[in-house]
């Protein structure tokens, strides 16, 4: 018994100290693993460091080169201004010394004129002296408008502020901190969304990249950020927000911003952003003639007039179909709408295709499916053949959820997001919103995002 006891204590030993020897070769080897990390990261600070001085060197030789450059073609101006300056000067001083030795000359002569006593003498010189002091003069009122005393060279400054704080607050440049996307900031048509972002390095950003893709799921972000052919890219932003056109409605998409500047570039975290549902409204010319439409094309009233008898047999004839179709055909991607219901107890909410009769009874024939209430009867109903549902009792919205090129049709509880029933249709033609009214009113609410908790749902029944 001691010996089995023994046996069995060494083998408990055997295995324990096995497995503390695997997990300490196993953390061993994530140690090594590491320590190659750090020791690769070291050689890359090392190597990029190295890279970075050599760039240095070069930037500040290249700078002294220009500045040298510069120095010469400026000195070079301050010579040949001051040359042409003088050089007008020169000529001026010259002009103005002849015309000095020319009017001493006069000056002496009409000296010694005016001290002559011969009047006979006076006579004879005088006149000739007079015109030659006249003329002397005139030319030196010629002279002096061309002399400018005030271009003494001192109109010109060298004002080096702006540069020598540039180069003061010169230092290396890095990439720019990761954008932040601003849901709350974002709008979206059913089209269009325009994207807002903010930066904390938005003086050293010169550009930004806006890089989108349908989001069809978590696991979509890793297969997208992992092949940059799954991107539309926009570059060369300016502004911290961007609209993009042309997008398909009631569709989420992932978005990234990229700052970028010379250093390199850094990205958002993703935010994931939809399109509206493609808005549209009553089509008056389609509706009964015993119904009414409102001025805004969003409501559809039945005429009360009619007899609470007539109106019940109206139901189940072909001339019952009190309906009114949207104003919109729809052959691709997902919509959402939802109908008010205006206290309406017999009404019917539903697609149909644009070939379905017109004045048929929606969801009989096989072109139309529809959700119906009649009093305290909840159905669903297409070709004839009707389904019980049991929404909640204090239904007031009722939501559709079309995915025309998946194939299906949803209804649900619009307030209280409850799933009520989906048809799987393979739709062969356009499809267009139905409204059947029997008695009050219906309002249609469109142009809405799909409800966040309806992108992931996938409820079949």
Partial sequence: ELYCRGNIFQLDTVQTLDANLSNLIRRNNELETLMGKLIQTCQHVECNASRQENKLLEECDLLIEIIQQRRQIIATKIKEGKAVRLRKLAQQIASCKQIIERSSSLITQADHTLKETDPARFLQTAKNICERVSMATASSQILIPEINLNDTFDTFALDFTREKKMLESLDYLTAPNPPVIREELCTASYDTITVHWTSDDEFCVVSYELQYAIFTGQANVVSLCSSADSWMIVPNIKQNQYTVHGLQ?????????????????????????????????????????????????????????????????????????????????????????????????????????????????????????????????????????????????????????????????????????????????????????????????????????????????????
Avoid at 394 to 422: C, E, I, M, N, P
């Fill in 249 to 461: 409605c009631g569709t989420k998409y992932m978005f990234i911003v990229k700052a970028i500047n010379l250093a390199g570039n850094r990205n958002s975290e993703p935010g994931k952003l939809k399109t509206n549902s493609q808005p549209f409204k009553l089509d008056p010319k389609s509706a009964h003639k015993k119904l009414k439409v409102s001025h805004d094309n969003l409501t559809v009233e039945r005429d009360e007039t009619s007899s609470k008898k007539s109106h019940t047999q109206d139901r189940f004839t072909s001339q019952g179909s009190y309906g009114v179709t949207g104003n919109v055909y729809i052959d691709s991607g997902r919509h959402y709408w939802e109908a008010l219901i205006g206290g309406s107890t017999w009404f019917a909410v539903g697609i149909a295709y644009k070939s379905a009769p017109k004045h048929e009874w929606i969801g009989k024939n096989s072109a139309s499916w529809v959700l119906s209430r009649c009093n305290n009867s909840w159905v669903v109903r297409h070709n004839s053949k009707e389904m019980p549902i049991e929404p909640s009792p204090h239904l007031r919205r009722v939501g559709v959820l079309l995915d025309y090129d998946a194939g299906s049709l949803a209804f649900y509880d619009g307030a209280g997001s409850q799933h009520l029933y989906t048809f799987d249709i393979a739709f062969s033609q356009p499809v267009c919103p139905v409204f059947n009214v029997w008695n009050k009113c219906l309002t249609v609410l469109t142009g809405l995002p799909i409800p966040d908790h309806l992108e992931a749902t996938d409820c079949q029944d």
